[in-house]
């Protein structure tokens, strides 16, 4: 079976996940990735590379079409490669439903499409109109433009019932999307949830590693480590401004920030500011995986005080508890309330500092929650159980023709 993956670059922590799902015996995974890397797709700041990487990439340009962007001669990629699956995502489903090229070439070789998504953001159907409303249009707009938005509104949520319904299957992040997409009418048994993981046995492999390497840092029950790129919907001036209500009472406490970002400059001036250079290190970019590995073991609490979500995974297999609060929606499947950390109130600086006193003011109880931690990750949503999800879909949508098996380990829950 070959899978066609469509996506907006190469990041470097999906590349390991395509990487495994290369290796399943009787399947051949191929990636169209934009010739130059999109920001308005991928994200500024995203790491990507090739490095690594045992499957086809295929680099083509990108351009604005009136269905947001897609791929030049993307067509004639379908007629040469002929893969049984298309594996899409939001930016580029539009070119499936109305690219006439595109639509003729898929029927035409027999092509499944399946669509990837979180979803984070998409409301239900009963509520579209009145969510597409309010995020154009807002509080203050006239009457009059708040009807022609709203009939922008109801027009946009026909169109995205009908592309919801177009794909042979859907592959998705979180439980949600079988009420969120089945609000759309998308059936049930099209929805398939794959979750969300870095390649947890790479850590694995690494920690024995790491283990025998000297301590990077002075041992220091109380520092905090963030990883991410430094950009407003993170919210580290939050996590900043945490730090200064803990230190206090906290005189030790340290935050490592990991990360590179157009705020970076104003998130040092918050630090100068508030007087806390000798408790806030920013250590720019890593991406040296061993090096990564020194920096989370030298910590002992991982805080994301915006959205985010791999960040979630990788410290948990670290063996760090986690202070989060509204993520991307996989936050709900890796963080036990209590159990291996604590959820926040959004936005609210008070609570977060209340969050992060609870795991600090008991360090054998931190110690705990970050053993916690790591047997969620081995037991429960990890590089196994996303793979498992995406067979399952590609076994759906071809009938079971290539019947493609998967054998994960023992630990994990079925």
Not at 23 to 32: H, Q, S
């Amino acid at each position: 079976m070959k899978v066609l993956f469509t996506f907006s670059g190469l990041p470097h922590y999906y590349n390991l996940i395509l990487s495994r799902l290369n290796n399943v015996e009787g399947l051949e995974i191929v990636v169209v990735s934009p010739a130059k890397g999109s920001k308005q797709t991928i994200g500024q700041g995203v790491y990507q590379t090739k490095e690594g990487i045992n499957f086809k990439t295929i680099f083509l340009e990108q351009y604005d079409s009136l269905y947001k962007k897609f791929f030049k001669d993307f067509d004639q990629v379908l007629e040469e490669e002929k893969p049984d699956i298309v594996v899409t995502i939001f930016f580029f489903a539009y070119s499936f439903l109305y690219n006439r090229k595109v639509k003729q070439a898929m029927k035409r070789n027999n092509i499944k499409l399946i669509y990837k998504d979180i979803p984070f953001r998409l409301p239900l159907y009963k509520d579209a109109i009145k969510y597409y409303t309010l995020l154009k249009a807002g509080d203050g707009a006239s009457l009059i433009k708040k009807n022609f938005i709203r009939m922008q509104a109801i027009v946009y949520r026909q169109i995205s019932k009908k592309l919801y319904q177009r794909f042979d299957a859907h592959v998705n992040y979180v439980e949600k999307a079988r009420e969120v997409f089945g609000s759309y009418g998308v059936d049930q048994e099209k929805i398939f949830i794959t979750y969300n993981s870095i390649d947890n046995e790479v850590i694995n492999d690494l920690r024995a590693k790491v283990e025998a390497l000297p301590d990077i840092l002075k041992e220091n029950p109380y520092r905090i480590f963030h990883i991410g790129r430094l950009v407003e919907w993170k919210r580290v001036d939050l996590l900043i401004s945490a730090i200064d209500i803990l230190k206090e009472k906290y005189p030790r406490i340290e935050l490592l920030i990991i990360g590179d970002g157009p705020l970076l400059d104003r998130l040092k001036e918050q630090a100068v500011n508030l007087k806390l250079e000798d408790n806030i290190k920013f250590l720019g970019a890593i991406y040296d995986a061993t090096l990564l590995g020194q920096y989370f073991k030298s910590c002992s609490l991982y805080v994301l005080a915006g959205m985010g979500g791999l960040s979630i995974n990788e410290s948990m297999a670290w063996g760090l508890p986690v202070v989060c609060s509204v993520c991307d929606g996989t936050e709900k499947h890796l963080v036990i309330d209590n159990y291996n950390g604590k959820f926040f109130k959004d936005g609210d600086l008070v609570d977060l500092s209340d969050k992060i006193d609870f795991v600090l003011s008991d360090v054998e109880r931190a110690k705990q929650m970050g053993r916690n931690s790591e047997e969620l990750i081995e037991t429960k949503i990890n590089v196994h159980t996303v793979i498992k999800g995406y067979l399952e879909a590609f076994n759906y949508v071809t009938d079971n023709s290539y019947n493609l098996s998967y054998s994960e380990p023992k630990s994990i829950q079925k």
